[in-house]
């Protein structure tokens, strides 16, 4: 990456930072602290091989699903579809 794309990547990230924090009336370091909280629960529960979404570990559930920068139970998958399909009758 380009040190100007890099840069640029920043700001927009920064921007998004200063759009939510002004959306819920809190100050910007908050939100970067609660983004760094999430950054670091994620990276324990992908070190530790549990679902990103419940974060129940591999020996709990029957099946995990991996992808590139997460993991998803076959119970976060069937809530996920149940989910949908009720988005999807409402129309
Ligand atoms: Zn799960």
Known sequence: ?????????EDEAYQALEEQA???GVAV???????LAAASRRAQAAA????????????QV?????????RI???CIAECQR?????QDRG
């Open 22 to 24: 002004r959306e819920r």
């Open 1 to 9: 990456m380009s040190r100007s794309l890099a840069l640029q990547v």
């Open 73 to 75: 139970c076959a119970e």
């Open 48 to 59: 530790a091989g549990q679902c990103s979404f419940c974060g129940k570990g591999r020996d």
């Open 62 to 70: 029957r099946q995990m699903v991996t992808g590139r920068d997460a």
């Open 83 to 87: 989910l949908l399909q009720r988005s």
């Open 29 to 35: 370091a908050a939100i970067g602290e609660e983004w």
